[in-house]
Structure formats: C-alpha cells, structure tokens
C-alpha cells in the first residue's frame, strides 16, 4: 500500500526567506501524481502544486516549486520569498490513475504547520 | 462558479442520532469522495464513487454510508454516530478521465462534526 510522510511537523520562516518542506512517499507504481495542499485557518484546501510522476521537470508556480526525485521517492516543496499569507498547514499526497484499481484516492500525508514571522 | 458545497458547516450531535451531510458539485464531475481529517493522520479517505450508482469504501468505512443517485450530490450518512467520528469532514470531486488536470481534487469547505 501507498504511504506518505512528512517528518517535520512545524516549520517556521522569517518573511521574505525560502522554506523547503519535506515529503517522502512509498509506492510499487511507475504512474501516478503528487500534489501539495494549503490548508489556512479557513480550513479550505487549496491546490499549491501538481507533478506528474511521468514528467522529470519539476513544477513550478510563481513563488512555489518542488524538488521531485522519483528514484528516492521524495517530493519536496519550496517557497520562495514567503508572505504572511503563505502561514498555514501543508498537505502533501500522492494519487494514483483512477484506472488503476481503487484507482483515484488521495493518500495524505500528516501535514506541516508553516508559520511565518514578520 | 464552479464550487464543490457541503452542508452543514458545523454540526454537534449526540450519540446515536442519525445524520447527513450533504455534498454537490456543479462540474459534471464523474469522481468524488469524502475524507476525514485528524491531528496527526492528515486526510483519510471514507468512501468514494467513479460514476452514478457506482460506490465503494476506502479506507476507513466503518459507520458511515453513501449513495450516488445524481452525479452531482454524494451524501454522507452516519446512521449512528459515536463519539470516535468526531472529525473534521471533506467533500472532493474530480473530472475522473485521468491524466493531467482531470487528476486535480475540488474541495468542498469542509464539515466540523461534534459527536457527544
């Protein structure tokens, strides 16, 4: 079975610095997809980033992008130039293809409690 | 706007008393599932669906329900809650055809469940 983790529960940055997250994954698949959640204090899960697992490049998307290495099954995520509006929970998942069996789950990781200091 | 609704918001309920939480999409999305939230679990997958009539549990099933007549709504049922599914309770749909953007989850604002 698929599992996703994230060891660092909290992280903290000064505002205007760079802060890597760090997610690990384990899966058999070749195929699948990663993604990074923000989660603020509304609650809303907001997408950040997606990476194919078939694609080497690594996303980006303005101020975020990830460190992808496929053969050690890590997805890290870096925010660059952090603003107090980057401070929330920090989801990372992997999905499998929804033609696979069971195909289409989202498996999460814990989580990691950003916070951001003026 | 393309959204995914959920209601209530915010529910405290006793033990024992049966209740539903709604969920709707206006995507024409095929796939949508509901998730719990704990501290330290992250999100959890309850049950989902790829189609109309089409359901199955994912990994924590236990004291809950779902039924998918319409492909926009997917209810969750707890036909008597317990004190242990007190949670925070997500709704999500995607386009469900695979590769690329139809892979990304629309999540709805989420469900706090009190259970007493």
């Known amino acids: 079975a698929q599992t996703v983790t994230q060891s660092q529960p909290e992280m903290s940055v000064q505002e205007a610095e760079t802060v890597t997250l760090s997610c690990t994954y384990d899966t058999s698949e070749s195929d699948y997809y990663l993604f990074w959640y923000k989660q603020p204090p509304s609650r809303q899960m907001i997408l950040v980033i997606r990476?194919?697992?078939?694609?080497?490049q690594n996303a980006t998307e303005n101020r975020f992008s990830v460190n992808f290495q496929k053969a050690a099954k890590s997805f890290s995520l870096k925010i660059s130039d952090s603003q107090l509006g980057d401070a929330a929970m920090y989801f990372c998942a992997y999905r499998t293809p929804f033609y696979y069996n069971q195909g289409g789950k989202l498996i999460f990781g814990q989580g990691t409690e950003l916070s951001v200091k003026p | 706007e393309a959204q995914v609704t959920q209601n209530p918001r915010y529910l405290i309920t006793v033990t024992g008393k049966k209740l539903t939480v709604t969920c709707s999409q206006n995507?024409?999305?095929?796939?949508m599932s509901w998730y719990r939230q704990d501290p330290g679990l992250g999100l959890r997958q309850i049950y989902y669906s790829m189609n109309v009539e089409v359901t199955d549990k994912g990994d924590v099933p236990e004291g809950y329900k779902v039924s998918r007549k319409e492909k926009r709504n997917f209810p969750l049922i707890l036909e008597s809650p317990s004190p242990n599914q007190t949670s925070l309770y997500f709704c999500a749909s995607s386009p469900g055809t695979g590769r690329g953007g139809d892979t990304e989850a629309f999540f709805g604002q989420g469900t706090r469940l009190t259970v007493v």
């Open positions: 995507m024409n999305h095929e796939y």
């Open positions: 990476q194919e697992a078939y694609k080497q």
